[in-house]
């Protein structure tokens, strides 16, 4: 039957875009111990731009404290939702490791437990007075990133990940509490699954199988008007 037939296809494309999603903090690793297994923080630094700074709410090094991101296993893309219906990916652009709208969304894989971009896990620094747009750097350590040459001052870092269970959550600026817990699964106002009943529409820069706001809900819908 043509209705049975959708359903099924619909909760199948519905059970694999769950499973392509995982929840994951990045901590900083360094042989400096004054920021080893620091979390990360992502101050505003333009129209959907948002750097990656070692230490979160003002730069507060050795706190387990950091932003809670997901992982979409299909499209390699490592994202936040910075407020419903705007998605920033990780990335790197000018040298500068960011959470943009302007990046590509893809290339993150993880090796041995270590953020990958690229293919590579090395060439990220910790560094001071990047002149960056709000001037963050001038006390905080932002993330860069070059595989050329170490830039002057730059500390040696790797990204380690912590990986939570696979969720539809989205990510969002709320920080979790220790390297070694699970990110928070839902917030009021970032969850994956919305309190609408709205289809949503799916960016085109995730994707297929990516679930963003009201994706589950939006099928759910469909399935409900079919039976009627």
Request: hydrophobic fraction near 40%; aromatic fraction near 8%; charge should be negative.
């Amino acid at each position: 039957m043509k209705v049975s037939t959708t359903i099924s296809s619909l909760a199948l494309l519905v059970s694999s875009a769950l499973a392509d999603l995982q929840n994951v903090s990045l901590f900083v690793s360094s042989d400096d111990t004054s920021i080893n297994g620091s979390g990360l923080g992502a101050p505003h630094e333009g129209a959907g731009i948002n750097y990656l700074f070692i230490g979160s709410n003002g730069g507060n090094f050795g706190t387990a404290n950091t932003i809670a991101l997901v992982y979409n296993t299909t499209s390699q893309g490592l994202y936040w939702q910075l407020e419903p219906g705007i998605i920033e990916y990780f990335g790197v652009s000018g040298a500068v490791a960011q959470l943009s709208v302007a990046v590509s969304g893809t290339g993150v894989t993880f090796e041995n437990g270590y953020l990958a971009y690229d293919g590579s896990t090395e060439g990220f620094y910790a560094l001071y007075n990047i002149s960056d747009p709000y001037n963050y750097s001038k006390s905080q350590l932002a993330i860069v990133r070059d595989l050329s040459a170490s830039p002057e001052g730059g500390i040696p870092i790797s990204l380690t990940a912590v990986f939570g269970s696979a969720s539809a959550t989205a990510a969002s600026s709320t920080t979790s509490s220790a390297p070694t817990t699970t990110v928070a699964t839902e917030t009021s106002t970032t969850s994956a699954v919305e309190s609408t009943t709205t289809v949503a529409v799916i960016s085109s820069g995730d994707a297929a199988g990516a679930v963003i706001p009201g994706t589950f809900l939006g099928a759910a819908a469909l399935v409900a008007g079919l039976l009627m």
